[in-house]
C-alpha cells in the first residue's frame, strides 16, 4: 500500500465537524477508522483593525484518537483579546499512528 493511498483512506474515515462559539470555532474530530490517528489542524486568525499587511496569527492542534473515539476541540480566536476575530485558512490533515 503506498503512502499516499493510506493518507487518502484515513481522510475518508476521519470526519471534522466545525461549529461557531461565542470564544471560536469548534471542531468535533471523530475517528470512524479501523486504527489510531493523529490529526493535526491548523488555521489563522485575523483581528479587527489589521491592516493588508498585518500577518494572519497561525494557530495549530495535534489531535491523537484511538478507533471509534471523537473529540472536540477550540480553534479560538482569543489571540485577538475583545476585538472581533475571524478564522481563516483551516485547513487538517490525520495520519495513521504506527
Do not use: F, Y
Not at 1 to 28: D, I, K, N
Not at 68 to 94: P, Q, Y
Request: glycine share 6%.
Amino acid at each position: 500500500m503506498s503512502t499516499s493511498h493510506a493518507a487518502q483512506s484515513v481522510a475518508e474515515c476521519v470526519q471534522v465537524e466545525p461549529e461557531a462559539s461565542p470564544r471560536g470555532m469548534s471542531l468535533r474530530v471523530a475517528n470512524r477508522c479501523e486504527v489510531s490517528v493523529r490529526c493535526e489542524l491548523r488555521w489563522s486568525v485575523r483581528c479587527e483593525d489589521d491592516t493588508s499587511g498585518t500577518p494572519a496569527r497561525p494557530m495549530s492542534l495535534e489531535v491523537r484518537l484511538a478507533p471509534g473515539h471523537a473529540r472536540e476541540v477550540l480553534a479560538s480566536g482569543e489571540a485577538c483579546g475583545e476585538r472581533i476575530w475571524e478564522i481563516t485558512d483551516d485547513v487538517w490533515e490525520c495520519k495513521e499512528v504506527r
